[in-house]
């Protein structure tokens, strides 16, 4: 038997699609010689994948049923009935609508985390006797938002200051006699950020009795898995970048410039059944080795157009 080489091929090269746009491409596929089979088949999945995180494993039933994948998209096409396909180069052309004819109703954004995954992909399978074992090939694309305009409160700065006093609450009182005496004020842009954008902002040293070591911005992913009778709640860490390295100037503001990678973030995402969102962690390492670090909770869309840019005399 002759060999049988064959690919998905989308016309989109960028592989990004919007909810009801039609899904359009081939299967094209390579014969060395004439080669029977038993139908060609084209399938079209979409669909949300929750896991358990191993500290909630077996705590709580209600979870096994809540964290059931939860199907968006499921299409078939037969390409080709059972026959022959010739030898040499052939495509079987296809057209298929993304919609979600179901609850939710809607096509979430693609999205990679560690307790819940977003993914589509189309898989065709070619179908052989019962001595030949079926092929199949697969191709993943990402399902996107289409933007919309930001309200005009996410263009809201947000201030923020560290110091002794603003950690109190947080902090033992053997702690709070061997902390340092310290005043760090700075300010995120905004309130939402788009996901194509960098979050931007700055900081400042106003003051320090300690040598500052490190300044450093976290990104965290907070993904809940469940629903009212019991849900799994994680943060893990996305990225995090380094705002300054080694101890710094007082009053130098410094610019905060996170990039946010793609696939791995998406719009903030709350259904009935998971949760997808996001928060940053600035966190402030002196040369002991004391740390201290402020929490944000951010709200990320996908808006239309560039946004306007923020006056900041950082670096200057």
Excluded: W
């Excluded at 014969?31 to 358990?52: A, D, P």
């Excluded at 180069?89 to 979600?100: A, D, G, I, K, T």
């Excluded at 006699?177 to 996901?195: H, K, Q």
């Amino acid at each position: 038997m002759g060999s049988l080489l064959f690919d998905i091929k989308l016309k989109r090269e960028n592989k990004v699609y919007h909810e009801n746009d039609m899904l359009l491409g081939c299967v094209q596929f390579q014969c060395s010689q004439e080669t029977k089979h038993e139908g060609i088949i084209l399938y079209l999945e979409g669909i949300v994948n929750l896991q358990l995180s191993a500290k909630t494993v077996g705590l709580f039933d209600a979870f096994y049923n809540s964290v059931k994948p939860i199907n968006l998209l499921q299409n078939s096409l037969e390409l080709s009935a059972p026959g022959k396909l010739s030898a040499g180069r052939s495509e079987f052309h296809f057209e298929l609508p993304l919609v979600c004819k179901k609850e939710p109703r809607i096509l979430y954004e693609t999205y990679h985390g560690v307790f819940i995954n977003v993914n589509y992909q189309l898989t065709c399978t070619v179908k052989r006797n019962f001595l030949g074992k079926s092929m199949t090939r697969t191709q993943q694309f990402c399902v996107q938002y289409k933007p919309l305009a930001l309200g005009e409160d996410s263009k809201k700065v947000v201030p923020f200051s560290l110091s002794p006093d603003s950690l109190q609450k947080n902090a033992s009182a053997k702690e709070r006699l061997s902390m340092p005496r310290f005043l760090i004020t700075g300010r995120l842009d905004r309130s939402e950020f788009c996901v194509t954008t960098a979050i931007t902002g700055s900081i400042t040293v106003q003051h320090t009795e300690a040598a500052i070591k490190s300044i450093e911005m976290q990104l965290v992913r907070v993904e809940t898995c469940g629903c009212d009778e019991g849900y799994s709640k994680d943060a893990t860490e996305i990225q995090t970048i380094q705002i300054a390295d080694g101890n710094v100037l007082p009053k130098l503001e410094l610019p905060i410039h996170l990039v946010l990678p793609r696939l791995f973030t998406c719009p903030t995402l709350l259904t009935k059944n998971f949760k997808i969102e996001f928060e940053l962690n600035l966190i402030v390492v002196f040369k002991e080795d004391y740390t201290v670090s402020e929490n944000f909770k951010i709200v990320l869309k996908r808006s239309a157009g560039p946004l306007p840019s923020k006056v900041t005399t950082a670096g200057r």
